[in-house]
């Protein structure tokens, strides 16, 4: 079956650095996403990594291992707005995209 | 670039009432759709997939003369709920994808609508 293992929640001080991981085991392989969904609200697009390495994105970043079927979003200078769940999701082989759970960051000050 | 919008935002209904909630692409053209729903700290659960012109494919355990879609144009895509009962209550959200990285991002990304807090009384 397809899985994709995410962290159900994580906690970090305001200012530091987080990574959030993301394992996946699913038929094929076309890219990787990662989303930020506020409480209440829907998903927002973050990033896309399809080849091995590293994206950055200011303070975001993501880095992909094709090979080891894993990923990290990266986030730096944390800031309270930045309490929210992170979502994973792999589009497999038919191009369907496969959601992981989420991870709830909670940011303390 | 890459908007989509939803209407509306929150309705409440009595049971047994149909409900019928819209997604538009604002600046790209969506040649698919998706709907999901998300009950309250639970992860997306995808109920169906629409593309422009033809049925949409629903996902195992979602009733589709319950859930009805129509992907009428590349820019819209609407969801009826049926017959409601307060078990939908839950929080709707579209998400629309432009091929070929026509939304703007990289191919294949969806875009999500800002969703729909649904109450069946």
């Known amino acids: 079956g397809q899985n994709i293992d995410q962290p159900t929640e994580m906690t970090a001080t305001e200012g530091a650095i987080v990574q959030i991981n993301c394992t996946y085991q699913t038929s094929g392989f076309n890219g990787l996403f990662w989303y930020q969904q506020h409480a209440g609200e829907a998903p927002t697009f973050l990033s896309y990594?399809?080849l091995d390495g590293l994206e950055e994105k200011g303070r975001f970043s993501s880095f992909l291992s094709r090979s080891k079927g894993y990923s990290y979003l990266l986030l730096k200078e944390l800031q309270m707005k930045d309490s929210a769940s992170y979502l994973c999701a792999v589009l497999d082989s038919n191009y369907q995209l496969i959601w992981g759970a989420g991870t709830k960051l909670i940011i303390k000050p | 670039g890459a908007v989509v919008s939803q209407h509306p935002s929150w309705v409440i209904c009595k049971s047994g009432t149909s409900v019928k909630i819209e997604c538009r692409s604002l600046?790209?053209?969506?040649?698919?759709m998706f709907w999901y729903r998300q009950f309250p700290k639970q992860s997306l659960m995808l109920m169906a997939t629409s593309n422009e012109g033809s049925k949409a494919t629903y996902e195992q355990g979602v009733e589709k003369d319950k859930f009805l879609i129509n992907h009428a144009s590349l820019t819209l895509s609407t969801l009826t709920v049926t017959s409601a009962h307060p078990e939908d209550s839950s929080f709707y959200i579209c998400?629309?994808?432009?091929?070929?990285?026509?939304?703007?991002?990289?191919?294949?990304?969806?875009?999500f609508g800002p969703g729909t807090r649904l109450t069946v009384l």
């Open positions: 998400s629309a994808r432009g091929e070929g990285g026509l939304a703007g991002g990289p191919s294949d990304t969806q875009y």
């Open positions: 600046d790209f053209q969506a040649t698919t």
């Open positions: 990594n399809v």
